[in-house]
């Protein structure tokens, strides 16, 4: 214990805390990796348009920061708000674009509307869900 700082031991014992709990969250993503996994892969690597990243909310968050890192490593990624995709945005969506959908209910009603658009585009689409 630092008798100098005792809250600067409790800060760094939090953040032990915090870093192991995170490091077990991403362990155990390892059993969760199968065949569509793969398949992500293969239609990201095969795609002949843009990336384009879409989700609500707290995920629409993360799916602003994926695309920018696709666009940092070479791949030409768009973030589209569902919301704003339904009112006039959907044709930044082609057939030979790979769409990314990040929702953590998986039923988030602006994205399952977006969805069904996306389809009739003829654009692949890879869901990230928390709820299977």
Same mark, same amino acid.
């Given at each position: 214990?630092?008798? #100098?700082?005792?809250?600067?031991? *409790?800060?760094i014992?939090? #953040?032990?805390? !915090?870093?192991?709990?995170?490091? /077990? ?6 059993? /969760? ?7 992500? %892969? *293969? ?8 990336v384009? !990243? ?5 995920? +629409? ?16 990624? %768009? ?9 006039? *945005?959907? $044709?930044?969506?082609?057939? $030979? *674009?790979? !769409? !990314?959908?990040?929702? /953590?209910? +998986? ?8 969805l #069904?658009?996306?389809?009739? %585009?003829? #654009? ?9």
């Open positions: 214990m630092n008798p #100098a700082n005792p809250k600067s031991d *409790d800060a014992d939090l #953040a032990r805390r !915090v870093i192991e709990t995170e490091a /077990q969250a991403i362990l155990g993503l390892i059993p /969760q990796l199968g065949p569509s996994f793969t398949k992500a %892969i *293969d239609l990201l690597q095969g795609c002949a348009g843009h384009i !990243v879409t989700g609500m909310g707290k995920s +629409g968050i993360i799916a602003r920061k994926l695309s920018a890192t696709f666009s940092s490593t070479g791949t030409s990624a %768009i973030f589209l708000h569902p919301a704003e995709a339904l009112h006039g *945005d959907l $044709g930044v969506v082609q057939a $030979g *674009d790979v !769409v !990314v959908a990040l929702s /953590q209910s +998986g039923e988030t009603e602006e994205l399952v509307r977006l #069904a658009a996306i389809r009739r %585009i003829g #654009a692949r689409l890879i869901s990230l869900t928390g709820n299977p």
